[in-house]
């Protein structure tokens, strides 16, 4: 079943033109986020940051040697392919949320030398408590400085992204 058609089941008052807000690979994101347990605002941050790094949401996309969604380049490619070789699995949309995930909550980090972290148990707690605790501007920002380390590069669109997606997340349009 599509999200917007059980988010419609789930809030009966959400309105039709939510759907045309949101891609079938968003949805597909958002869904994937959900299903790890993460809320709707930190879905939405996630989601924000995904699409100032690749904005069709294409997990095959590769710019300048950077892949996917995430485009996860250098230490964190190589992960994200020891990871789907580690547990036998295809190059995906749901994989690459499922390594996002594993990297934050597991500390996933493939086969890095020892002593050596993918995003270091400092980064990975920080990561967890805004999620917890903050609001979307600041899981959004928490999330780039710490997972995605873009330098703070378009903050501001990563930030008002998220905003749109939580709007048709939650329907007030």
Known sequence: MRLMERMFQL???RKPEVAKRISNR???AYLNLKAHG??????A???GNMRQEENAFNPYSVDSGALGMFQLKGAKRKAYQDY???YDLDDSSANQIDFMVDTIYDNYK???PKGEDLVGRGNTRKIRK???EDDLAAQTKTFDDKWEISGGKELKERQ???AEYLKAILGSY
């Open 38 to 43: 993460l809320s709707d605002t930190t879905a």
């Open 110 to 112: 493939g086969k890095l």
């Open 45 to 47: 941050a996630i989601m």
């Open 130 to 132: 805004s999620f917890d």
């Open 11 to 13: 809030r009966p008052n």
């Open 26 to 28: 968003e949805e597909d």
């Open 160 to 162: 008002s992204y998220a």
């Open 84 to 86: 789907i070789n580690e």
